[in-house]
């Protein structure tokens, strides 16, 4: 009898595997909207290896890398020491993290994908979490990924169309919200057209009184 390994144990085995599973170069949606983020502190969602995470933090951001996966964040700190920035690791399963409340200048969630209704709590916690005027920076392969099988999951229901996501991310002014087909390289676990999410939304900023 075999049995299913638990997430975090999937994870460990492939970030404890020889190189780098997605590559170290930042993921390119992120490279080209990191601009967009305001000074202040970043939370990176399921960072694993930290490509992303160390991009931010080399831009001059504080970047706190949050992932369950103890493989992944040691090849994070690794990757930062190797580029000679800082970047602060928590192991947590999202499940259970506490994103805090108007934390954070940016939040970036590239390629994290959820079950539906834990998808959901985690959003909602992005939307409560970021300061006013903190931007979300999204990636998510769409479900016409499916049909694609380049990369990611290979179940519907881990894969959000832009409707719900946009739905999700209620409260944010959607300044890029699009699904489209691009190229995606990064590593040896994503390669070959790919159809994706992007977004990229604000918190809007608090009233002034008059």
């Known amino acids: 009898m075999t049995t299913t390994p638990s997430p975090s144990d999937f994870w460990d085995q492939r970030f404890s595997e020889a190189g780098w599973a997605y590559g170290t170069a930042p993921n390119d949606f992120l490279r080209a909207e990191a601009g967009q983020l305001p000074p202040g502190p970043v939370l990176c969602l399921a960072e694993g290896e930290g490509r992303n995470a160390v991009h931010l933090a080399g831009l001059g951001h504080r970047v706190e890398a949050v992932d369950q996966s103890e493989a992944g964040l040691a090849k994070t700190r690794l990757l930062a020491a190797e580029r000679g920035v800082e970047v602060r690791t928590t192991r947590a399963d999202l499940a ?34 970021l300061a006013p005027g903190g931007v979300l920076l999204f990636e998510a392969y769409a479900p016409a990924q499916l049909s694609l099988g380049t990369g990611g999951p290979r179940e519907l229901a881990l894969l959000g169309s832009l409707a719900e996501l946009t739905e999700e991310f209620s409260g944010l002014e959607l300044l890029v919200a699009r699904e489209v087909q691009r190229e995606v390289q990064e590593g040896k676990y994503h390669r070959g057209p790919s159809a994706v999410v992007q977004i990229v939304a604000r918190k809007p900023a608090q009233a002034t009184k008059g």
Do not use: C, E, N
Request: glycine share 6%; no cysteine; hydrophobic share 50%.
């Open 96 to 129: 259970v993290f506490d994103l805090g409340q108007s934390r954070w200048q940016g939040i970036v969630s590239i390629f994290v994908h959820l079950p539906s209704p834990l998808r959901q709590r985690v959003h909602a916690q992005v939307v409560a979490a």
